[in-house]
């Protein structure tokens, strides 16, 4: 990073200035705010795909997508980093072990306006994409809603950058460990519990409780 050199404030000397008509004023402060309403809003960050690990043909491959849950615009850089995480960490535990050299991996990017997840045990709410949240008895099961405002939009989505995908997971940006099987649609894990398999060496996503059934061999 480029130093500058520190100039001290020199004093400059007094000028006695008339002061400006207070109609001038307020057309002034006028003109600035008619400006300041025809600026466009900042959009929303749009959808997008990103690679994480490719070993050949979509049509012949098993293929995961990772999918961004309570990521804000300016968290989704950290996204890619935790999903690329969260696939390594699925691939070293059986079935997945053996499967490794037969699978892509596809990371979504898609912003929430908040980060973290519902927790109505503790009275937050928050205002994201997939509208994740915790049990309210067993703050450790999490949910998403199974119509269009949360699993509809993971199947638009899938559809829209990545029909030929087998296991879709929807990694939750939370401090609290936790996680579900998506009821057999899409295998759902928080970030902090994605970390805590690292430390523990238990499996995070719930893998045996997919829908997914692993073929015995795929084609070179």
């Known amino acids: 990073m480029t130093r500058f050199p520190f100039f001290p404030l020199l004093r400059q000397p007094s000028v006695r200035r008339r002061a400006r008509p207070r109609a001038f004023s307020l057309l002034a402060t006028g003109f600035l705010a008619t400006m300041m309403a025809a600026l466009p809003l900042r959009a929303p960050a749009q959808p997008s795909l990103h690679v994480i690990r490719t070993n050949g043909p979509a049509s012949n491959r098993l293929n995961i997508v990772v999918l961004a849950e309570a990521y804000t615009s300016a968290q989704l850089g950290q996204f890619l980093v935790d999903a690329t995480n969260a696939v390594a960490t699925l691939l070293s535990h ?29 009275g937050i709410s928050k205002d994201t994409y997939f509208n994740s949240a915790y049990d309210s008895y067993w703050d450790e099961l999490i949910t998403i809603p199974s119509g269009t405002n949360g699993q509809g939009r993971v199947t638009a989505l899938l559809q829209g950058f990545m029909p030929q995908c087998h296991l879709a997971i929807l990694l939750v940006n939370d401090p609290k460990p936790g996680g579900s099987d998506g009821f057999n649609l899409t295998a759902i894990v928080s970030t902090s519990a994605v970390a805590a398999e690292t430390a523990m060496g238990q499996p995070a996503i719930p893998v045996s409780y997919t829908h997914l059934t692993l073929p015995t061999s795929y084609p070179v």
């Not at 990371?107 to 929430?112: C, F």
């Open 94 to 122: 059986p079935p997945y072990t053996g499967y490794s050299n037969y699978v892509n991996a596809f990371a979504i990017k898609m912003a929430s306006k908040e980060s973290g997840s519902d927790h109505p045990k503790y």
